[in-house]
């Protein structure tokens, strides 16, 4: 005798039922489909954004970079000695172009004393103990645009030394934000007598482009005329005169144009209340109806 034992199986009762299966399964399939396209999708404008921001981000980093970088340093400096000044006495005046401002890399101080070094070895870097600033002062000017960065310098330093007088000349030096030092103006040769202060001197100058909106530090070094030998310097870490300085150049600092706005106080004004008057008045009557 032959024994069938039932299996389990999945079966239709008829082509009507099988027809809905697999109708329901193909429904399915579809909602998978769309729902991994939606997905799809979405990643796709997600990373279309992601690349775009980045794609901005480089752009106006590069441009910084180049604003930076690339821009020509200009300006004007008018120089003397304070008792000249006072005295009413015109003083030298240079027009100057520097190479693109530098903002990353070591803070070094004589930078020009270094070139001094290499062209002639008997030439030292470090400042001489005969020589020393006692002071030097800054004030600053010129805001245009009144947002508390200004764009012209007037610096007053007071060198000494143990001689009974020295030929000198100075070279000043700005930073950005604890940046390298770049030179800004160079004085002519000028003679400093002993401790006294009536041989100040005063170096006036007016950042015309290259030098951004920020926080500087200015740096004062000292040469003798003989030999160009390292004398003395002065900076931020010295006097807080020099240190913090809210500049930027004269083409950043332009003032806005005010907004003229034009009022019409004619016979027009009247005619546009009592317009306004009569179109209350109608919805109000239409309101009442």
Not at 231 to 249: H, M, N, Q, R
Not at 272 to 284: E, M, P, Q, V, Y
């Amino acid at each position: 005798m032959i024994a069938f034992h039932a299996v389990d199986a999945y079966e239709f009762s008829n082509d009507s039922e099988r027809q809905a299966f697999n109708g329901n399964q193909d429904e399915q399939t579809r909602e998978r489909h769309m729902i991994t396209y939606a997905l799809t999708v979405s990643r796709s404008q997600m990373s279309a954004w992601i690349f775009l921001l980045a794609g901005l981000l480089i752009i106006s980093t590069t441009a910084l970079g180049n604003e930076i970088d690339g821009e020509q340093r200009l300006s004007v400096t008018t120089q003397n000695t304070r008792v000249q000044r006072d005295d009413g006495i015109p003083g030298e005046i240079s027009q100057d172009e520097f190479s693109p401002l530098l903002v990353s890399g070591k803070r070094v101080k004589s930078e020009r004393g270094s070139l001094r070094s290499k062209l002639n070895m008997q030439t030292s870097q470090s400042p001489n103990i005969d020589f020393w600033f006692y002071s030097a002062d800054v004030v600053l000017f010129n805001d245009h645009d009144r947002d508390g960065f200004y764009h012209g310098i007037d610096l007053l330093f007071d060198a000494d030394t143990y001689f009974a007088f020295a030929e000198v000349y100075a070279v000043v030096y700005l930073s950005l934000d604890g940046g390298p030092w770049n030179e800004y103006a160079a004085t002519e040769n000028f003679t400093i007598f002993g401790t006294t202060s009536d041989d100040e001197y005063v170096i006036v100058t007016e950042l015309l482009a290259g030098y951004v909106t920020g926080s500087y530090d200015i740096l004062i070094e000292l040469f003798d005329v003989y030999d160009d030998s390292y004398l003395a310097y002065i900076g931020p870490d010295d006097t807080s005169e020099l240190a913090f300085l809210p500049l930027e150049d004269a083409d950043r600092d332009v003032a806005a144009v005010p907004e003229v706005i034009v009022v019409n106080r004619g016979g027009g004004g009247a005619l546009g209340w009592l317009f306004i008057l009569a179109l209350g008045l109608t919805a109000l009557r239409r309101f009442r109806v």
